[in-house]
């Protein structure tokens, strides 16, 4: 495989389409909607047992502020368009709170009330886009929370974070070499690649394959509550519930008869709730990717997120696994066309936004190593607001044997009662093709 070489630092850098959109959306252009729910920042917070090294903590997080130059990413519009800025030096902002006198609390209620207000305002232009505040609770009990903003950030990022950060700070307390290899590249070289790839005979090919397979495609009118008014801001409502493990299992099986995951059936299942809701019969859904698939990306720090549409026909009369079949396709289809960025699309196809629900199920990555020489880790987890960007979306992801499900709509078009609903719908949608998947879609009562 060809190496990609290594971008040179320098000021005025070109953004890759994802961050594009994600910049826009900030700057508050309701025209870049929707791309993906998310929050505006990502988190990674940890409880510490033990007696804890504060220096080498914090420089072993200045080393992959250093080791990752997106990290010391800032963005500012040049002629309208925004381009990136990278500081030669790390820029982290590093905070250190005595938390000795706090009121009693869980470690999720200090992270909530004490640590969130301290971290969560960014400045793009100005930056820094990693904030970092570590609390000391006593002398062997420490949380650190980590702030750092979407755009340069992704799941899988969270994931090397903590990885790099056990490493450089086992190494830091040691007194050995962290065992971390050089990064080949940067991810401003992954930006040179996207977008060469445009260039490319395959990048007409792409453009040509999804100005094709979206012709023609209707607007997916969703029943807007009466007691809610259409608007345009990011505000979002949330109704979570759970599909239990007996049902998830004959999911499992029914996917694997059909030559198919059971993320796949879960869209399946999505898609009719969206036909039913809508009594369309043509149904798009956008489904986030990441976009990780060199194996020089996968050490990178960055957003390597790509949205893909999935365009299903539900006619009268399908069963469900005439559905699946259609839902399998489609989505398979639309993976092997996902090197054409969502954002370069709406610039191809500008007229408006190419779907308005999103699906998300999202995998299972491998934990951490516990175990910090000498102390312990524990991962708390933290409750971020998403900024609906979509009218309506359904996040999915494992607890266990069971699916937890999180349906997130825009707060200007629905009310709670009205997201309570839906999910109900889409559970009652679940059980009933989980049990019975051979019969006809149109008999399913989603009362």
Partial sequence: MQVIPRANDGSGMELSFSEELMWQSDMGDPQTLPFFDCARSLWLVLQFHGP?????????????????????????????????LISQSPSLSFTTVDGRSFPPANPYEMVEKEIKPLLEKFDLACGPLIRAALVALSSDKHILAIAVHHIIFDRWSRRLLELELRRFYCASVTGSEPDIRPLSVQYQSYVSWQREQLNSERGHKLSAYWTNKLSGLPVLTLPRDGACRPGISTRSGTSWFTIPQEEVSSLVVLSRRSRTTLAATMLAVFTLFLSRLC????????????????????????????????????????????????????????????????????????????????????????????????????????????????????????DGGALLCRLVYKADLFSEDCGQSFAAQIQALTTAVAHAPHNSVDSINLA
């Fill in 52 to 84: 804890l090294n504060h220096e080498a903590l914090r420089a072993s997080l200045e080393a992959i502020v250093q080791r990752h130059e997106v990290l010391r990413s800032r963005f500012v519009a040049r002629n309208g368009r925004p381009m990136r």
């Fill in 279 to 398: 009594g369309s019969n043509d149904v798009a859904v956008g489904v986030p990717l990441s976009d990780r698939r060199r194996p020089e990306f996968e050490e990178i720090i960055g957003l390597f997120m790509n949205v893909v549409v999935v365009r299903a026909s539900v006619p009268n009369g399908l069963t469900f696994l005439d559905l699946l079949d259609r839902v399998r396709r489609s989505l398979v289809d639309a993976c092997i066309h996902q090197d054409l960025p969502y954002g370069y699309l709406r610039q191809i196809i500008p007229t408006r936004p190419a779907y308005k629900v999103v699906f998300n199920f999202m995998p299972t990555l491998a934990g951490a190593d516990r175990e910090w020489a000498g102390i312990r880790t524990e991962p708390l987890p933290t409750a971020m607001e998403l900024q609906s960007f979509a009218d309506l979306s359904l996040h999915l992801r494992h």
